[in-house]
């Protein structure tokens, strides 16, 4: 079903079988990108989410296909999945230009309802690419990535027991200030993973090893009662103890 007019193979149909042998038998819980516009000859002020819909939707049923349920169907493509007690939005915020945009704040609306109606979820999880400008760590004190940066900060805060899974500043865990913030008053992490591809240390110097910035992956373990974050390199393997976190809630 994937086929195009002249026979080939699409592009999303490639795209999903990276997708299986990376992940295999594990669930896969997309968001939209500044770099998963499909069609470069767009330009950056369209509605990267068009292009972006098929593949998300691939991945949505790929969910179902392993026994995830999702509360989806949205045009926004926001949706939410319970997993063992654990309450996972994705939300999907548009790209214009460097900017990421929450449309009329519909999205911002359904979540802030979803989160009200789910306040007995062990935790949320809300994965998002760009981080709130309060937890950025390039620390940038001026334009926030996020449009409705304000209303979205303060509704993570209103109902805490959330984890705030954001990327985008390609920042390596190795710098000073780390890439994890706890608050403790309203549990909430925030969590800013770092990029699998190789990256600059942006700014300050790096403390350990300089594998930290060919690239790693974040590993998140919770419960009830307590949290782990670790860090390890995409290329051997290897964690590092500056990427280690642990909270007891």
């Known amino acids: 079903g994937d086929s195009t007019n002249d026979g080939t193979v699409s592009q999303f149909e490639e795209l999903m079988k990276c997708v299986d042998a990376a992940a295999e038998g594990k669930a896969v819980f997309p968001v939209i990108g500044n770099h998963d516009i499909l069609r470069p000859s767009l330009s950056v002020n369209d509605d990267g989410c068009r292009n972006y819909s098929e593949f998300h939707n ?43 945009l929450f449309p009329e704040g519909k999205q911002l609306d359904w979540l802030e309802e979803h989160l009200e109606n789910y306040s007995n979820a062990v935790w949320h999880i809300i994965l998002c690419h760009a981080p709130l400008l309060a937890h950025n760590p390039n620390r940038n004190e001026g334009t926030p990535y996020l449009d409705k940066n304000k209303r979205f900060q303060n509704i993570v805060e209103k109902y805490g027991k959330t984890i705030f899974i ?9 710098v000073m200030y780390g890439c994890v ?34 690239g790693c992956v974040t590993e998140l373990r919770i419960s ?17 103890s500056r990427g280690y976190y642990r909270f007891r809630f």
């Not at 954001?166 to 190795?174: A, E, I, L, R, Y």
């Not at 403790?184 to 300050?204: D, F, H, K, M, W």
């Not at 949290?227 to 590092?240: A, H, K, N, T, Y």
């Open 181 to 214: 913030e706890y608050n403790p008053r309203q549990n909430i992490i925030y969590l800013n993973s770092g990029s699998v591809v190789a990256t600059s240390l942006e700014r300050g110097c790096g403390l350990m090893d300089p594998r930290w910035s060919d």
């Open 166 to 174: 954001s990327g985008h500043t390609h920042v390596s865990p190795n």
């Open 58 to 100: 691939k991945l949505i049923a790929r969910l179902g296909r392993m026994g995830v349920k999702t509360v989806s169907g949205r045009a926004d493509l926001a949706y939410a999945a319970e997993v063992d007690g654990l309450d996972i939005i994705g939300l999907q915020c548009v790209i214009s230009g460097r900017k990421f």
């Open 224 to 240: 009830d009662k307590e949290g782990e974050i670790s860090m390890r390199s995409v290329f051997d393997g290897l964690r590092f």
